[in-house]
């Protein structure tokens, strides 16, 4: 182990003995640096996106039924709130 990993590995040895410090800490921190967040998520998202498709295709593949259920319920939803702003 170099030392970068050494550290790490006492890092993660003192979360896991004071979880709820380290919580509040993370917390309190991204209240604090929002913008690092909101890149940091949406880099996230963007490298995670073609796994979450696979993983909704193959879902629906397997599940057909239910796939058109949903797609159906949100079709109904669509076709009542444009009724609902035309009648308006």
């Given at each position: 182990m170099n030392d970068a990993q050494i550290k790490a590995y006492k890092v993660r040895l003192?979360?896991?003995?004071?979880?709820?410090?380290?919580?509040?800490?993370?917390?309190?921190?991204?209240?604090?640096?929002r913008d690092?967040?909101?890149?940091?998520m949406h880099n996230y998202y963007q490298r995670n996106k073609?796994?979450?498709?696979?993983?909704?295709?193959?879902?629906?593949?397997?599940?057909?039924?239910?796939?058109?259920?949903m797609l159906c319920k949100a079709y109904a939803k669509r076709k009542a709130r444009l009724a609902a702003l035309s009648n308006a």
């Open positions: 003192c979360r896991e003995a004071n979880p709820e410090k380290y919580k509040t800490y993370a917390k309190e921190w991204q209240k604090a640096n690092k967040c909101k890149v940091y073609p796994a979450r498709i696979a993983a909704a295709r193959a879902w629906q593949a397997a599940n057909p039924e239910k796939f058109k259920a």
